[in-house]
């Protein structure tokens, strides 16, 4: 059986990065999975934030994955805390993680940056809170951006370790789905930077929530150079600002890269730019619409949540208690 597991953090605003990295992707595979789309609000305390702010961010993240295309009675939609075998199997892979295997881990370099000693135990043991996540499911096929290849590499390494310890084919090794044309989607100030929901600047990511006016003026402000687009994918590829534009272009129209160089090779940045910012307001405008209407609703979000977790623990329980077993605690 394939089954698909993944997820997104409560934290700031969803961007492009996730819908084009993400979700779109999950909606695609949908028919053909069975599927479980998380919230990852555990996830989110490893930076502090607000509790008012991640109830916010929780919901706003439920009501993308629904507006998106996610059907919450088709697939699982639920947060994370709600299902307490996450943590608990959290510790019990963690005592068989290497710390060697987390020092690898160029994420918690990055974001722990200059005050690692300061950094929280939380944010270094993420990954391994990951890894349960995913393999507390048995899911088989992790479909996310290209940024946390790493993460879900590890999963597979610590299932790997599991088996191997206990001397069973207990978890399947889990496999990276990376997807589309627009798998690492980059900052539109700056085409050596990953969109992030923690860049400061408002003009370097669309926000699933946009509307069609903050959309066209951040596409025209995008940066790029003063060349007419090239001809060629490899005279595209030496120019990363042009190249991120005419990938998220070509995911958003669901055409290859070559396909949607080949409408504007030889065009001005003007008129590309026009095009871009066309499909970006006919794809994200519907999402962001629906996003509110559902957000004016908390109710019925909390219910899709909670209808959610109940199908989760159903699947994630039995497999936590048959850990229980072959580790030798005593259980419930
Ligand atoms: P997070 O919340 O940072 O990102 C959610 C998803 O969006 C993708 N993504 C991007 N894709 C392309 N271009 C970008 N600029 C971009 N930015 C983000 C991410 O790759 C991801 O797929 N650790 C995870 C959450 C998580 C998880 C899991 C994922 C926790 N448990 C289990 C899969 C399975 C994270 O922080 O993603």
Known sequence: MNRIFSGIQPTGNLHL????????????????YECIFCVVDLHALTQSVDPAELRATTREVTAAYIAAGIDPERSIIFNQSMVTAHSELAWILSCLTPLGWLNRMTQ?????????????????????LMAADIIGYKATHVPVGEDQKQHVELARDIAGAFNRRYER???????????GEAT????????????????????????????ADAVALKVRRAKTDPEPLPETLEALEARPEADNLVGIYAALSDVSREQALRRFAGKNFSTFKEALSEVAVSVLGPIG?????????????DAVLRHGAERAAAIAIPILREVQDITGLLRP
Do not use: C
């Not at 918690?108 to 391994?128: I, T």
């Not at 050596?192 to 929530?209: A, C, E, G, P, V």
């Not at 619409?289 to 979000?301: C, N, S, V």
């Open 184 to 211: 690492r989607v980059m900052s539109l100030r700056d085409g050596t930077k990953k969109m992030s929901k923690s860049d400061s600047s408002d003009y370097s990511r669309l926000n699933m929530t946009d509307d």
């Open 289 to 301: 619409k629906e996003m509110r209407r559902l957000m004016a609703d908390p109710g019925h979000i």
């Open 17 to 32: 990065g996730n819908y084009l990295g993400a979700i779109r992707n999950w909606v695609a595979l949908q028919p053909e």
């Open 108 to 128: 918690f370099k990055e974001k722990a940056g200059k005050q690692r000693e300061m950094a929280g135990l939380g944010l270094y043991a993420y990954p391994v």
């Open 169 to 179: 084919d207990f978890f399947p090794l889990p496999e990276p789905l990376i997807l």
